[in-house]
């Protein structure tokens, strides 16, 4: 049975078998069955921290800024984001324009990468954001998780939300 949770503010455990459905606004996430996650909700977004393999995936949405055709405004996104040596990719997600890209940080000796899915839902003037976080050592992991994560995530717009969900 699926399950769907409203928690306005909570950091929760999550297991594979649990299979709940969480909603952010207009997104609604089910955890994949390969991953167990502790999840915390941040107004407008959840982070989903894995222990094994150790990643951050996180889930957003937000107001979209400017008024470009889509692609000019996620190219603008990406290009003011990309810190990555891949180039930034034109794709889909959810059936909407996306581009894909990758930000290395390095603060210190620790670096870590971020791989950025974000799409635009033009008619609804909003941006969808899965975001990856993951260290060098779990580089082989990320496609993988990628594909996953990106099957989980259900994207509903027209659907009333019941309680505040930021």
Request: aromatic share 4%; glycine share 6%.
């Amino acid at each position: 049975m699926l399950r769907c949770l409203l928690i306005p503010t909570a950091l929760i455990a999550v297991t594979a078998a649990s299979q709940v459905a969480l909603r952010l606004g207009p997104l609604e996430v089910t955890v994949p069955k390969q991953y167990s996650a502790t999840v915390e909700r941040k107004g407008t977004r959840l982070d989903f921290t894995i222990a094994s393999p150790r990643l951050t995936v996180t889930l957003l949405h937000a107001p979209r800024q400017g008024t470009d055709n889509p692609w000019t405004q996620l190219d603008t996104i990406a290009q003011e984001r990309h810190k990555g040596t891949a180039e930034v990719k034109r794709t889909q997600w959810l059936g909407l324009p996306a581009v894909l890209y990758r930000i290395d940080e390095k603060k210190g000796s620790v670096t870590t990468h971020r791989l950025v899915l974000a799409a635009l839902d033009d008619a609804r003037d909003t941006v969808l954001q899965l975001e990856i976080a993951f260290a060098p050592s779990e580089a082989g992991e990320v496609q993988k998780a990628l594909q996953h994560w990106t099957a989980a995530v259900r994207y509903r717009p027209q659907e009333p939300t019941i309680g505040h969900d930021g």
